[in-house]
């Protein structure tokens, strides 16, 4: 069964920490992705790795950075949390063929205080 | 680059009526369209795609969606709701070629609710 797993559901932290949200995919998928959910806005995409070390800015990068040192893992780290910051969080993992849809995982829901 | 509009944030039908929830895209090379479904409390899971095969797209639980590329839209339709139907629903959008790796780029959602 194809599995994306976040590595928390619910996370809460406080403002100015170093916050890491760690994504692993087991379907051997190229494209690995990180967005933000938030009421009325729909999901906005942060980032997106559609290789191992490359990566492609979404339409919110600022205040986060991605690693992608293994094709299975995908990490958003979030540099010096902020209360702005606080949102879902969701990984989602796809295959380098148009044909085939992303799998989502649960998503963390992150707080920051 | 690609790009997603859902008209109408908020969609209020009756328990048996049809269901309509629009999604117009904007991409530079052919696209590839689905619709995902989030019912609360859950992640997102697809409802259907178009990858032009061809231009009605079949779901799960009776949706359609429509491809029209001639309006750039990718409409989806339930000839009756359930009351099972209240959910989110994403429209997005991704494309390979000429430079298109597959990013995908969803729509800011439409919540559909279900009167008795």
């Known amino acids: 069964d194809v599995k994306v797993t976040q590595s928390s559901r619910y996370l809460v932290k406080r403002t100015g920490e170093k916050v890491f949200l760690e994504c692993v995919q087991d379907?051997?998928?190229?494209?690995m992705f990180w967005y933000r959910q938030d009421p009325g806005l729909g999901l906005r995409l942060i980032y997106f790795?559609?290789?191992?070390?490359?990566?492609e800015k979404g339409d919110i990068p600022e205040g986060y950075s991605v690693s992608r040192e293994k094709k299975e893992r995908f990490s958003l780290i979030l540099e010096s949390a902020s209360t702005n910051q606080t949102s879902m969080y969701l990984c989602?993992?796809?295959?380098?063929?148009?044909?085939?849809?992303?799998?989502f995982g649960q998503g963390t829901r992150l707080t920051v205080v | 680059a690609q790009s997603v509009t859902q008209l109408g944030s908020h969609v209020s039908v009756s328990e048996g009526a049809l269901v309509l929830l629009r999604c117009n895209y904007s991409?530079?090379?052919?696209?590839?369209l689905f619709w995902y479904v989030q019912y609360p409390n859950q992640g997102l899971q697809l409802l259907l795609k178009?990858?032009?095969?061809?231009?009605l797209a079949k779901g799960i639980n009776g949706f359609e969606a429509e491809f029209k590329k001639s309006e750039t839209s990718f409409h989806l339709t339930k000839p009756s709701a359930h009351m099972s139907d209240a959910a989110e629903y994403f429209c997005?959008?991704?494309?390979?070629?000429?430079?298109?790796?597959?990013?995908?780029?969803f729509g800011q959602g439409t919540t559909l609710q279900v009167k008795p």
């Open positions: 379907m051997d998928h190229e494209n």
């Open positions: 997005a959008v991704s494309a390979y070629g000429s430079g298109n790796t597959g990013k995908l780029i």
């Open positions: 989602a993992s796809s295959p380098h063929t148009g044909t085939t849809e992303a799998f």
């Open positions: 178009y990858t032009s095969a061809a231009t």
């Open positions: 790795s559609y290789d191992v070390k490359m990566k």
């Open positions: 991409s530079s090379v052919p696209p590839y």
